[in-house]
């Protein structure tokens, strides 16, 4: 059963609410970014084992309190972990997304995100920023290293954990980078939801 729309989120705009001060997301994406995984089915096995919790807000962008597993499913720096879990006057508060799954892979980047590098010869490139649009149009896309001239798909290029190719995200709100990582539990939990493997990266608004 998936978790209910909570009685006192009514017209809760979570974007407005966390966007003045966002401190960052850990995102979850699937390692194939052609993989498509039922997003319902997903969403139930997460609730079912207590890494989210109540529905926060109806509309495309489904949007859940994290739940009574969470903290069990992830590994925090530092040995005290304080979380916000309740939105407080506007302030900003750790929350579960999950966006519907998208036609292409595409590459979810934050202010945060630094030029990829070629695997072969590790040069960067420089322009990925200009690319975006025409990858997101372009799903078979390559992109020719200036250096070495290998042509590859963009996901392909090390990004680092700094942004990301896929199809359907699950976005951990108001992470700082590197604060938080997936445990081995979560991924296996991923794996039996989807058939599979996963990966995670972090980016900031």
Same mark, same amino acid.
């Given at each position: 059963m998936l978790p209910k729309v909570s009685a006192t989120s009514g017209g809760l705009d979570l974007a407005r609410r966390v966007a003045p001060n966002h401190t960052g997301r850990l995102v979850l994406?699937?390692?194939?970014?052609?993989?498509?995984?039922?997003?319902?089915?997903?969403?139930?096995?997460?609730?079912?084992?207590?890494?989210?919790?109540? +529905?926060?807000?109806?509309?495309?962008?489904?949007?859940?309190?994290? $739940?009574? %597993?969470? #903290?069990?499913?992830?590994?925090?720096a530092g040995c005290a972990v304080r979380i916000r879990s309740e939105p407080d006057a506007g302030a900003p508060f750790c929350h579960i997304q999950v966006p519907p799954v998208r036609e292409h892979p595409y590459l979810l980047a934050g202010r945060n995100t630094r030029a990829p590098r070629c695997v072969g010869c590790r040069a960067r490139l420089l322009d990925w920023r200009e690319r975006r649009a025409h990858w997101a149009s372009?799903?078979?896309?390559?992109?020719?290293?200036?250096?070495?001239?290998?042509? +590859?798909?963009?996901?392909?290029?090390?990004?680092?954990?700094?942004? $990301?190719? %896929?199809? #359907?995200?699950i976005q951990i709100e108001e992470i700082f980078p590197d604060e938080a990582t997936p445990t081995p539990a979560l991924f296996d939990l991923l794996i039996r939801a989807t058939g599979t493997g996963w990966r995670h990266f972090y980016i900031q608004d």
């Open positions: 994406t699937t390692l194939d970014p052609h993989a498509s995984p039922q997003r319902v089915l997903l969403v139930e096995m997460l609730a079912e084992k207590g890494f989210i919790g109540e +529905r926060l807000a109806q509309g495309e962008v489904a949007a859940y309190a994290i $739940g009574p %597993g969470f #903290l069990s499913l992830l590994t925090f372009h799903p078979h896309a390559g992109v020719t290293c200036p250096t070495c001239r290998e042509t +590859r798909p963009p996901w392909l290029w090390d990004w680092k954990q700094q942004g $990301g190719f %896929g199809r #359907l995200f």
